[in-house]
């Protein structure tokens, strides 16, 4: 499954962005997506995740309440609307993707990622 994840950039404090992930692949609706982020000096962490369907969501504590996760399957896209954000948010973003049953919190569970992108986020 090839991911293409795009919509980075750069942003000041409280700004927002959205981030988009595609895929050419005819069964996305059957896959269960998830975003993850990766700061310079950590490791990856997970941000979102939604269910095949789009009616399940699962979020880290630290973005609840700024981000959304959100799926248009007719598109064959995964988006990460991402408000409020703050300088800790500055991370290279990477999209993935794993027939789970259930939107999957950690990176173990996702068989496919994309490239990435950078958003960063100036305070």
């Known amino acids: 499954v090839q991911l293409q994840a795009s919509g980075g950039g750069w942003v000041q404090a409280g700004g927002s962005l959205r981030l988009s992930c595609i895929t050419p692949e005819r069964t996305f609706s059957s896959y269960d997506m998830g975003w993850f982020r990766q700061a310079p000096g950590k490791e990856r962490e997970f941000v979102a995740a939604i269910d095949w369907a789009g009616g399940t969501t699962l979020y880290a504590d630290s973005v609840k309440g700024r981000f959304t996760i959100s799926r248009v399957n007719a598109k064959n896209t995964v988006f990460l609307q991402m408000n409020s954000l703050k300088p800790e948010d500055t991370a290279v973003y990477y999209c993935?993707?794993?027939?789970?049953?259930?939107?999957?919190?950690?990176?173990?569970?996702?068989?496919?990622w994309g490239q990435g992108t950078q958003v960063t986020v100036s305070s």
């Open positions: 993935a993707a794993g027939r789970i049953g259930r939107p999957g919190g950690t990176s173990a569970e996702y068989n496919y």
